[in-house]
């Protein structure tokens, strides 16, 4: 085969390696990165000097971002030399696979390596191929590598009994599914902001790109003339484009005033520009209505909505949301999310949000999503925790 031509290949190059234990987690389906990418945020919050090395399968594409102690790249080649190079490089303590598209060289070779192994949202259609063409089904005999294996449903659980494992070896535990738990934020600025701002009507547009500017200020404008005093938090979907937002407010005749000038707003302000990095559990707590911004646009997939969604805020979006597709139609599919396209769409919407009940409820919807699947997640911690002490002590 094409793979095994030793002179075709290229030595794989990774970056250094860091001190302390090292997860390995693997993404097999792109709708549920998200959940692994949450779930290691989870993990390096919990475990000091621990990483989470996240393998991207080909054809899966994985955030624009990642958190501190999180190492995403595309998951070794399947040859046998590349998965041991990827292996001895990164040590890791143990493997979490998530949905199923076995590769052979990868579990065995862990499993040699003496690797705990474990399979995690098995889903029905993660068996469907053969790792390797035109000789005997191997994914049995690679079932066996595996001390634990959680099935997502039963469909996937009655598929896993098919290939040979032992009904005691099966748990089914319901999909890995993306939540969030809600991020911290300075409690002195909180209460500052609660105070300085006091009774007026807020909203948020999160992450803007430069080009969805127009709009939500438009937006902003037309809202103002019908809830009198409604202050918009402006973030940036990065602080160095704050320069150029803040013309931008210039031209529009707009008052604001910038977070990072330390500038608290006042009864006149119509804009505060929020152009620092890591405070957006702040901003979320502050605001009803999330406009989760990068959507307007094409070419920046979105944000995460499971953050606001998490701390009480109703939450708003454009069409261009590929990256977090499964997470808005969860949340869209439950009232707790509702996409806008335009100046007009979007006006209406908050319109109807400005009202505290409206917002309620779909802050309530957005939270019970939040919620679900809280369970899986919590059994997954507990099982790499479980391991991490183990390895700690011997």
């Not at 529009?252 to 620092?276: F, I, K, N, Q």
């Not at 396209?341 to 779909?362: C, E, G, I, W």
């Amino acid at each position: 085969m094409a793979w095994a031509r030793r002179a075709e290949r290229v030595a794989p190059g990774f970056p250094p390696r860091p001190e302390g234990m090292i997860v390995w987690v693997h993404a097999t389906r792109e709708h549920r990165v998200s959940a692994i990418m949450q779930l290691a945020a989870r993990l390096v919050s919990q475990r000091r000097a621990t990483f989470v090395l996240v393998t991207l399968a080909p054809g899966v594409i994985g955030p624009k971002r990642v958190k501190k102690n999180i190492i995403l790249t595309a998951a070794p080649g399947p040859h046998p030399e590349d998965a041991a190079a990827f292996l001895t490089h990164w040590k890791p303590e143990l493997c979490l696979w998530t949905c199923g598209d076995l590769v052979v060289s990868h579990i065995v070779l862990a499993a040699e390596a003496g690797l705990p192994l474990y399979l995690v949202d098995a889903s029905e259609t993660g068996f469907d191929q053969r790792p390797m063409a035109l000789l005997p089904d191997p994914t049995a005999a690679l079932l066996d590598y595996f001390t634990v294996i959680m099935a997502s449903d039963a469909n996937a659980a009655r598929r896993l009994r098919r290939l040979g494992v032992a009904e005691e070896d099966l748990t089914i535990t319901g999909p890995l599914q993306e939540g969030s738990a809600a991020i911290g934020c300075n409690k002195t600025d909180l209460r500052d902001l609660h105070d300085a701002i006091g009774t007026r009507p807020v909203w948020l547009a999160a992450m803007v790109q430069p080009e969805e500017l127009a709009t939500i200020l438009r937006a902003h404008r037309a809202v103002s003339r019908w809830a009198h005093r409604l202050l918009l938090i402006l973030v940036p979907d990065r602080p160095e484009m704050a320069d150029g937002m803040a013309r931008r407010i210039e031209r529009g005749a707009m008052t604001y005033v910038r977070w990072s000038e330390s500038a608290y707003p006042d009864e006149a302000t119509e804009v505060l520009l929020a152009d620092t990095y890591g405070e957006m559990g702040l901003w979320y707590r502050l605001s009803p209505v999330s406009f989760m911004a990068s959507s307007l646009v094409s070419g920046h997939g979105g944000c995460d909505p499971f953050e606001p969604a998490a701390l009480g805020s109703a939450i708003l979006y454009g069409p261009n949301i590929g990256r977090h597709l499964h997470a808005y139609s969860r949340l869209a599919e439950a009232g707790a999310a509702r996409i806008v396209r335009d100046t007009d769409t979007l006006t209406t919407s908050l319109k109807q949000l400005v009202a505290p009940d409206r917002a309620a409820a779909m802050s309530l919807a957005a939270w019970e999503i939040v919620s679900e699947g809280a369970q899986v997640t919590d059994r997954i911690m507990d099982l790499i925790h479980d391991t991490l002490d183990l390895a700690e002590v011997t």
